[in-house]
């Protein structure tokens, strides 16, 4: 009793005349640390588990209280002296890997705990309790060098990116839409790939993307490592959004204490290919029938398409570049004799993707990029509007030839609503969408004149076959009622002298649950005739 009421109260007491709102600071009831990481998955995913109280926890806002991804500080007055009270919040701040402070009082002494970027803890004795406005990371003793840098798990890489996507630049006050916050985190991701670069090629010096003694010089410094990146790779930037990054120095401050003691460079493509499925997710518009294609399925669908170190292989609906990323991956896996410089000359020549919004291009750059490039052919377009090409998408000209590719793998946008004009249809030179009449004696005839507006994964059908080399394969995720209901016989006529049914995989209708409830299938075709 007179600890809560001698210490206790009165920490919390100068909190609130230092700043905080009591309203984000948690005390009754205790806030609970789990005791172990297997406790701590359980509660990740939402079980009971066993833990440890907390005399004070301090969260990011009010509206955040109670959630462990927004804990910032735990205070803990319980222990008698100092040595105990450090070693219980060290036990602590290592079971909540997102606390940057811990703070130890005993009523007169108060000693400040920072979690430095590279993991390790720094102790300040006889500090002061922060005020909102102070920054709560502190730099490493020593600066970063690549040696000290981290080759990270998946998981950890996920953690890092969920991090940086759900929590760190949420709060930001200069980019408030979720666009503009993955464009610049995109871009951050960018700057640190640059620094990463440097720092390999200068091993003794300190690595640029680090936490630096303010936060000033911090965004500073992020902010010429992607000056640097927009000199060297000027494709990856669109637009006059793309000329600075748009956040605040504590936002990138935050940043950089969340992934500068990782690697991106030379980290395993598996890694990067699974860790980047957050941005992926977070990059869907489902209302344009963008819908996030579950690893697993990507996986399964390339390794029946067989890449070959010959094949020249298509995305033209990339998103964020899954099954370009999954390809490569499969080749390098399925083919050890080809060098690490046979695998990106491959990437460089063999790899091509195209998606119609910017920010997924930018991410599938910076994917592609970080594993060794194959960014070079991801253009900016409008796969379908081939009228377009002239006028908006020019670089698709040369690109996107006819006959040329030997490898088409896709997931089109598909959903009721999402259909193409039947003017557009028809001013792209599409003959899918003529409309069809059927025959008496079985069969149909398509119109010469009249065309019909169409779905538009049943024209990446035919943008896929123009695209094609003869005996070239097609993989493609459709709805179920392409290829089997009657109201799409005609599509199906259209279909059979142009491909011949190779293979189907089944995908459970779990896998796009959330997005929307069509049941689909992935088909692999081959190109059979003119």
């Known amino acids: ?16 005349r230092l700043g905080w709102d009591k309203n984000q600071i948690q005390y009754e009831p205790e806030w609970r640390v789990p005791k172990t990481p297997s406790e701590a998955s359980k509660r990740e995913k939402g079980h009971s588990y066993k833990s440890y109280p907390i005399d004070i926890a301090i969260f990011d806002h009010p509206s955040h209280v109670g959630e462990y991804e927004h804990l910032q500080i735990i205070i803990e007055t319980k222990a008698p002296n100092f040595s105990e009270g450090l070693n219980q919040l060290e036990i602590y701040m290592g079971m909540e890997p997102h606390v940057p402070l811990g703070i130890w009082s005993n009523g007169s002494d108060i000693s400040l705990v920072y979690r430095t970027p590279d993991g390790k803890f720094d102790v300040v004795k006889n ?18 060098t690549w040696n000290d840098l981290e080759e990270p798990t998946t998981a950890v890489l996920k953690r890092a990116f969920s991090r940086l996507l759900d929590v760190v630049v949420s709060r930001d006050t200069l980019s408030t839409r979720r666009d503009d916050q993955l464009n610049n985190l995109c871009n951050v991701i960018l700057a640190k790939l640059e620094g990463d670069k440097i720092a390999k090629y ?5 690595a640029p993307f680090q936490v630096w003694d303010s936060e000033a010089e911090t965004a500073k410094n992020i902010k010429e490592l992607f000056a640097g990146m927009r000199i060297a790779h000027s494709d990856l930037f669109l637009t006059d959004s793309d000329k600075e990054i748009s956040l605040d120095d504590h936002t990138l401050q935050s940043c950089a204490y969340e992934i500068s003691r990782y690697k991106l460079r030379d980290t395993p493509i598996s890694v990067i290919s699974e860790a980047f499925q957050i941005f992926r997710t977070s990059s869907l518009k489902s209302e344009e029938g963008q819908y996030y294609t579950p690893y697993p399925v990507i996986r399964s669908a390339v390794k029946l398409m ?10 033209p609906a990339c998103g964020t570049g899954g099954f370009l990323l999954e390809s490569f991956r499969q080749l390098i896996e ?11 000359s491959w990437a460089n020549r063999h790899l091509f993707g195209v998606d119609k919004d910017r920010i997924n291009v930018k991410l599938t750059k910076a994917i592609m990029l970080t594993i060794g490039d194959g960014s070079t052919n991801t253009y900016l377009g409008d796969s379908i509007r081939k009228h377009l090409w002239a006028t908006y998408y020019q670089p698709l000209l040369t690109a996107l030839t006819p006959d040329s590719f030997t490898c088409i793998v896709t997931n089109p946008p598909f959903g009721k609503g999402l259909k193409v004009s039947k003017v557009d249809s028809k001013a792209a030179g599409f003959t899918i969408s003529r409309k ?3 025959l008496n004696g079985g069969g149909f005839e398509f119109s010469k004149t009249v065309h019909e507006e169409r779905e538009i994964g049943i024209l990446f059908l035919e943008r896929c076959y123009s695209l094609l080399a003869e005996g070239g394969r097609l993989g493609i995720i459709l709805p179920e009622t392409y290829m089997f209901s009657p109201s799409y016989a005609w599509l199906r006529y259209w279909m059979k002298d142009k491909f011949e049914l190779k293979g189907m995989l089944n995908i459970a209708m779990e896998a796009f ?3 929307c409830r069509a049941k689909t299938n992935f088909y692999i075709f081959e190109k059979v005739g003119k």
């Open 202 to 206: 200068t091993p003794a010096d300190p």
């Open 334 to 344: 399925n083919h050890p004799a080809m060098s690490e410089s046979d695998t990106k």
């Open 1 to 16: 009793m007179s600890e809560h009421t001698e210490v206790r109260l009165p920490l919390i007491e100068k909190l609130i």
């Open 436 to 438: 069809p009449k059927k």
């Open 306 to 315: 067989e890449i070959k170190p010959s094949d020249k292989v298509l995305d």
């Open 513 to 515: 649950q959330g997005f």
């Open 127 to 144: 500090g002061a309790l922060p005020k909102p406005t102070d920054s709560l990371i502190k730099a490493t003793e020593t600066r970063l």
